[in-house]
């Protein structure tokens, strides 16, 4: 079993909608966790950085917000554009306040489409 | 700032030969991860150097893998014979120290025959 299970697997969504990715984890030590794009042929750009202290965390559209206590993760999008169109991946770190020390676990990611 | 990158963008090969990737990280990157995905897979972590340390190596699945990165600037891959289940996306990451980010490559796609 995963450390990372998000939900859905897929998820289509018509333009101007929002909507909400959610991530559990089991990963530990834990010490952050991040969102991650990925576009088709691409690798993944990191969305938002949360460390364990830290609910919400936003990036213009994007808010992410994190339960510690629950290990869940939530991204939501608000008011999505076509070019949303793309996999969302939870990414959980190792390390304390996001330095950048040791290896990630990943999610198998949300592929979210978005229709005109 | 130029990105990171990986080169071939694309390998396809037949079981038993070799194959190397590389990948060239952000300048001044001390961090150099590499990651895989295979079918169907998350993306899992390889291997993590520290300038032209390794420091950590615990995802590498076998020793038909080596990864080297002299002098602490670009890193290779090298999988050698490579076996059909080897196939997937190749990635390579950079980062700084003390600054959490790290910086994807677009990924090598290896196809193994």
């Known amino acids: 079993k995963n450390q990372v299970e998000q939900s859905p697997q897929s998820l289509i969504i018509l333009e101007g909608k929002n909507c909400t990715l959610q991530c559990n984890y089991t990963v530990s030590p834990f010490s952050n966790l991040r969102w991650y794009k990925q576009d088709t042929g691409r690798g993944p750009v990191s969305l938002t950085i949360m460390t364990f202290s830290e609910n919400t965390k936003s990036n213009g559209r994007y808010t992410a917000t994190l339960d510690a206590d629950t290990k869940q993760s939530s991204l939501h999008i608000t008011a999505s554009q076509l070019s949303d169109s793309a996999s969302y991946i939870c990414v959980v770190g190792p390390n304390a306040g996001g330095t950048s020390y040791g290896k990630l676990t990943f999610g198998q990611g949300t592929i979210l489409t978005v229709h005109p | 700032e130029a990105g990171v990158t990986q080169f071939p963008s694309h390998s396809v090969i037949e079981k038993g030969q070799t194959v190397t990737l590389r990948c060239d990280p952000i300048?001044?990157?001390?961090?150099l991860y590499w990651y895989r995905r295979v079918m169907g897979k998350e993306i899992k972590f390889l291997l993590h150097f520290v300038k032209e340390s390794k420091q950590d190596e615990s995802g590498m699945p076998n020793n038909r893998f080596l990864a080297e990165r002299t002098g602490g600037t670009y890193s290779t891959l090298k999988v050698q014979p490579a076996e059909l289940e080897d196939s997937g996306v190749y990635f390579c990451?950079?980062?700084?120290?003390?600054?959490?980010?790290?910086?994807f490559g677009p990924g090598t796609r290896l196809t193994v025959l």
């Open positions: 300048s001044g990157h001390d961090n």
């Open positions: 990451a950079s980062s700084k120290s003390g600054r959490g980010r790290e910086y």
